[in-house]
Structures are given as C-alpha cells and as structure tokens.
C-alpha cells in the first residue's frame, strides 16, 4: 500500500515532467491529478521490488501511459475553440424583426403610388434623385417633395399615429 506521504513527495516532479511535457500548466496539472487519483485508486497493486522499478518510475509510467491515452483522445475528437472565439453564444430573438419588417412592408404598401415609387426607388434601390426623375419622367424637385412626404407618412405609420386626412381649401 502506498502512503500518502509518498505520493506527496514525487509531485513536484511529476508536475516538472507534466510541464515540460505538454507546455500547458493547466493540462499539465490535470494529468498529474489524473496520475494520482490512478495511482491511489491501484495503489494495492505496487509492489517494492529489489532491484527493480520503484514508487518514482511507477508514478512516471501512470502518468506516460495516462499522457498517451490523453493524446489518441485528443485527435479523434475536434479541436478545442476557446470560448471567446467561438462567438456569441446566443442569438437575439429575431421575431420583432420580422413584425417590424411586416409593419414597415404593410405601411409601404398604404403609401399613394406617386410616393410608394419614389420611396422604393430611392430606400430599396439605392437610385440617386436624378436617376429617379429620369425613370419617372418628373422634376428632380418633384422626387424631393415626394420622398419627403412618404417618408414623413411611414414614420407616422410606424409610430402610430395615424395621418390626417387632407382638407380640401377652396
């Protein structure tokens, strides 16, 4: 049987070899924990011999053999991805982003046509206002008042409010 004293005694050891063997003092502290934990747990089956291996080279031969199980492991497994660099580890919920796309869509779809073309040709397809007024056939100054107004509308829409209906001055 194998006293405590003794392990204790070949740990600075075992860590230095640990160390040096896998140049990272985490894994390294594992596996000499690992190598106790084996070698309390088996340590009825060390037996002194003269001559021979003693409690230093039965330690070792735990923790070599250990150090190899740990190795075939290591590459039938995927690579370890630290977890800073592994990304979020959540995503947001995206349904508001889909209600919000809806209620934009819908809105759109309320503006007067005249509006609606100029909003969609300039927001969705990037179009300068002279390109617009040349698609459209209309004054630049045209596109402007348009654009303004159905953006004004939508951002009504979008928060709300509802528009006022026109007054017609005689």
């Known amino acids: 049987m194998i006293s405590r004293s003794d392990l204790l005694s070949h740990i600075p050891g075992l860590r230095r070899y640990a160390r040096a063997l896998l140049r990272d003092p985490d894994r390294a502290d594992d596996l000499v924990q690992d190598c106790l934990e084996r070698a309390l747990g088996r340590g009825h089956l060390w037996q002194p011999r003269p001559g021979g291996q003693g409690l230093r080279g039965w330690l070792f031969t735990i923790m070599h053999n250990l150090h190899i199980d740990q190795a075939r492991r290591r590459t039938s497994m995927p690579p370890e991805v630290p977890l800073e660099a592994s ?29 609606r073309q100029v ?3 300039v927001g969705l397809e990037g179009m300068s206002y002279r390109d617009v007024a040349e698609v459209m056939g ?3 100054g045209t596109v402007m008042s348009r654009l303004a107004r159905g953006r004004d509308r939508l951002r009504q829409a979008l928060a709300g409010e509802s528009t006022p209906p026109l007054r017609r001055i005689k």
């Open 87 to 115: 990304g979020p580890l959540a995503e947001p919920a995206r349904q508001s982003d889909r209600i919000a796309l809806g209620e934009l869509a819908a809105a759109i779809d309320r503006l007067p046509d005249d509006q």
């Open 138 to 140: 209309i004054p630049i």
């Open 119 to 121: 909003v969609l040709l």
